[in-house]
């Protein structure tokens, strides 16, 4: 099983993505938001993780130079490109987050079900036993 993770903490996505392929899962790693979503419009992946507070980056152009970043881009618009734009609507995702917000989980909970998926919400730090708990249970693993 490939699983994509997407997050800006390079440390964290290191520490679980080693828990991860020891587990015996494959692991991309993304910790900027134009990158992930390049590889999933040419990638396939069984599973996504994603931060939701992920910053909006500036993408570099073909002359080197900097665009500004599209401001608009988070991790939670993203989330909604990821289902919409590419079409991945099938792909399991699970939330991970310091985000306690309630307004906008409950978004993100009416979007999905519009799908046919369930939000899986993990709040940071995660350990890595409950992320595989989690990973497994989004994939039908026991």
Known sequence: MHILMIDDEVEYLKGH??????EG?????????????????TQTFDLITLDLLMPAQGVATQNKTRRPP?????????????RLKLELKDTPIIFMSVLRD???RNEIIQFE???GREA???????????LIVEINRALGIR
């Open 17 to 22: 993505a080693s828990y991860l392929q020891l």
């Open 25 to 41: 899962f494959e692991v991309t790693r993304k910790s900027n938001l134009d990158e992930a979503l390049h590889l999933l419009g």
């Open 102 to 104: 309630e307004k906008i």
């Open 120 to 130: 899986v919400f993990l709040a940071k730090p995660v350990r890595p036993s409950e």
């Open 70 to 82: 599209d401001l608009r881009r988070t991790g939670l618009l993203v989330h909604q490109e990821i």
């Open 113 to 115: 079900r519009q799908f």
